[in-house]
């Protein structure tokens, strides 16, 4: 569950390194990094016993088609919310665009993975995502505090929520698909749901292409002008994501945590995204002492809330 907060609020790291290169154009590349991604680690630590029915080729093989479709469908949902996301964080930064994408994503998402599956300790659960939602709303009033931050706020954090919406429905859709008879396993779960995002991605970010959220519109051929270099950095963003999915994905396997802990915990990938925006990308250069301020108690929040979802499967 660490790993994929680590992950989750690190991979767009690699959407910003040239600021040229359109986010519609970088996604391209982001979805075959995670279809790569998913062929790798189902081949390898998906196949290390064969004989166990979640081996990722005969779990491919004897999956029923209700899991193949959930797993797909959870694809696409996820490929539209991380579609406004990537959108978000071209027009307000990451550190607006992931607090309020993924904390409505929290929001939503552990409600439904909870009622799915009700595992963990629901005080320390829920207590932690009230806490994640002060720090939410601790760090839009943070971006509001700077100059023209206010104007820049209406596309940013409406396409922030949009996708927000988005991201908390998938994991449902996850979840039933690693449960039931003939269901899929974390790792063919995954190359499922990647299969899923990359169709998804061939209507969806055309049309982004066509009607962008900002900049002239864009042509298939645009992609092909890119360097290889940039055309690596999108692969790499898909990997990484990549990495904190199947991890979240088999930390929700182990039957003791659950899809509404792990995905809870998963999303403290928030505080880390802020941890780049703030420090790295210095989206909050030049902030006044109040500004400052609601950073910290955000961060202190954060702590406060990944830690009692961190304690709620293991606290009785």
């Not at 279809?35 to 080729?57: E, H, K, R």
């Not at 992931?98 to 552990?110: D, E, Q, R, W």
């Not at 709303?137 to 409406?158: E, M, N």
């Not at 292409?209 to 940039?230: A, E, N």
Request: net charge positive; charged share 10%; glycine share 12%.
């Amino acid at each position: 569950m660490l790993a994929s907060m680590l992950c989750w609020g690190s991979w767009a790291n690699t959407q910003k390194i040239d600021k040229r290169w359109r986010f519609e154009l970088f996604y391209w590349d982001y979805v075959w990094g995670l279809l790569a991604c998913a062929l790798l680690f189902g081949s390898t630590l998906g196949s290390t016993n064969p004989a166990s029915p979640d081996s990722f080729f005969r779990n491919l093989n004897v999956a029923s088609a209700r899991s193949l479709l959930e797993a797909f469908f959870g694809g696409v949902i996820f490929n539209l919310g991380n579609l406004l996301l990537v959108a978000a964080i071209s027009v307000a930064g990451m550190a607006v665009a992931f607090p309020i994408g993924a904390g409505l994503a929290l929001v939503i998402g552990a409600v439904i993975n909870y009622i799915i599956s009700p595992k963990g300790n629901p005080v320390l659960l829920f207590g932690g995502i009230a806490l994640i939602c002060v720090a939410i709303l601790l760090d839009s009033l943070a971006y509001r505090g700077l100059p023209g931050g206010a104007q820049a706020t209406t596309k940013g954090v409406g396409l922030s929520l949009a996708c927000g919406v988005a991201v908390g429905l998938f994991y449902p859709f996850v979840a039933k698909a690693l449960t039931g008879p003939n269901h899929l396993g974390p790792y063919t779960v995954f190359f499922v749901f990647a299969l899923g995002a990359l169709v998804s991605n061939f209507p969806m970010n055309y049309a982004l292409m066509r009607r962008p959220v900002s900049g002239p519109r864009l042509q298939i051929k645009d992609y092909f002008k890119g360097r290889m270099s940039l055309h690596a950095w999108g692969i790499l963003g898909g990997v990484i994501w990549g990495i904190g999915t199947i991890a979240n994905f088999v930390a929700s396997y182990v039957p003791t945590i659950g899809p509404a802990t792990s995905f809870s915990l998963g999303e403290g990938n928030t505080m880390i995204s802020a941890i780049w925006g703030i420090f790295v990308w210095k989206e909050f250069h030049g902030a006044n002492d109040r500004v400052k301020s609601f950073l910290a108690i955000m961060f202190l929040f954060f702590v406060l809330g990944l830690s009692c979802i961190a304690l709620s499967p293991v606290v009785h």
